[in-house]
């Protein structure tokens, strides 16, 4: 399974932007998807996931009503969408995904895109 994160980018705090997470090799379909970001000096953090049945969701209380995932199982996508961006969303965003199928595990990880906002 390979994941390409993009849509990263460089933006002022108050804009929006849209990531994106291409999955190759496996279907997204039945399968959990994570977003995840790291900031420079901070451990790894869980942002927002898609879980394996598609419908149900779940949230970073940081970023709980301004950012939202999707997926689109044809597309083999999922999507982030993150609204008010603020400086402290600054991080280097990666998605991931289970080996197994309903598991709320992440094994497999993109190569993650930078997203930079500036106050």
Excluded at 9 to 28: E, F, K, M, N, P
Excluded at 45 to 50: D, I, T
Aim: contains cysteine.
């Amino acid at each position: 399974v390979q994941l390409q994160a993009s849509g990263g980018g460089l933006v002022q705090a108050g804009d929006s932007l849209r990531l994106s997470c291409v999955a190759s090799g496996r279907t997204i379909n039945g399968f959990h998807m994570g977003w995840f970001r790291q900031a420079p000096g901070k451990d790894r953090e869980f942002v927002s996931a898609s879980k394996w049945s598609g419908i149900s969701t779940e949230y970073a209380d940081s970023v709980k009503g301004r950012f939202t995932i999707s997926r689109d199982n044809l597309k083999n996508t999922v999507y982030l969408q993150m609204n008010s961006l603020k400086p402290e969303d600054t991080a280097v965003y990666f998605c991931a995904t289970a080996r197994f199928p309903y598991r709320a595990e992440y094994d497999y990880w993109g190569q993650g895109t930078q997203v930079t906002v500036s106050s």
